[in-house]
């Protein structure tokens, strides 16, 4: 294949965006097993430049006219702090550990942060032991939220 069209092909497989602002920051809550009035759920991406794309969907939708997008941009400073909570925890080196059993019911937050060394995945549901860590990662990013958009969108900090 001639190098041109591998780069067009490459192009149309992946388009730039993805090779210029990867993911940093995967987060999502949800309400749990609520009935459909009361449900609801929370996915967020903040990318390594800041970008931060949001959907809230209530009612038990995951898509239409039950849903709200925003988007935004992060500061550095930020971005700067949910680097450092993540070195500070030490989650890189001893990942946090589960609830076991989870408790059953209600509601849920998971994240995970994309750091050049490797990804750390969190919970809000760690054992004890790992609760101040994920924590501190865990309000690194809510706080990374523009205050307008976690007061209307996010769970209570």
Same mark, same amino acid.
């Given at each position: 294949?001639?190098?041109?069209?591998?780069?067009?092909?490459?192009?149309?497989?992946?388009?730039?965006?993805?090779?210029?602002?990867?993911?940093?920051?995967?987060?999502?809550?949800? %309400?749990?097993?609520?009935?459909?009035?009361?449900?609801?759920?929370?996915?967020?991406?903040?990318?390594? *430049? !800041?970008?931060?794309?949001?959907?809230?969907?209530? !009612?038990?939708?995951?898509?239409?006219?039950?849903?709200?997008?925003?988007?935004? *941009?992060? !500061?550095?400073? *930020?971005?700067?702090?949910?680097?450092?909570?993540?070195?500070? %925890?030490?989650? *890189?080196?001893?990942?946090?550990?589960?609830?076991?059993?989870?408790?059953? !019911?209600?509601?849920?937050?998971?994240?995970?942060?994309?750091?050049?060394?490797?990804?750390?995945?969190?919970?809000?549901?760690?054992?004890?032991?790992?609760?101040?860590?994920?924590?501190?990662?865990?309000?690194?990013?809510?706080?990374?939220?523009?205050?307008?958009?976690?007061?209307?969108?996010?769970?209570?900090?």
């Amino acid at each position: 294949m001639i190098p041109t069209l591998r780069l067009a092909a490459a192009l149309v497989l992946f388009p730039w965006p993805a090779f210029a602002d990867p993911v940093f920051v995967e987060w999502k809550a949800t %309400s749990g097993p609520l009935p459909p009035p009361y449900a609801w759920s929370v996915e967020m991406t903040i990318s390594a *430049q !800041g970008a931060l794309a949001l959907r809230h969907c209530s !009612g038990g939708a995951s898509a239409g006219d039950g849903c709200v997008s925003r988007s935004a *941009q992060v !500061g550095a400073p *930020q971005l700067e702090a949910i680097r450092a909570a993540v070195v500070q %925890s030490g989650l *890189q080196s001893r990942p946090m550990r589960l609830l076991d059993p989870p408790p059953v !019911g209600g509601e849920t937050v998971e994240a995970v942060v994309h750091m050049p060394e490797g990804s750390v995945t969190l919970s809000g549901l760690p054992v004890e032991a790992d609760a101040d860590r994920v924590g501190l990662v865990l309000r690194a990013i809510y706080l990374a939220v523009p205050a307008e958009i976690a007061a209307e969108h996010l769970p209570g900090d």
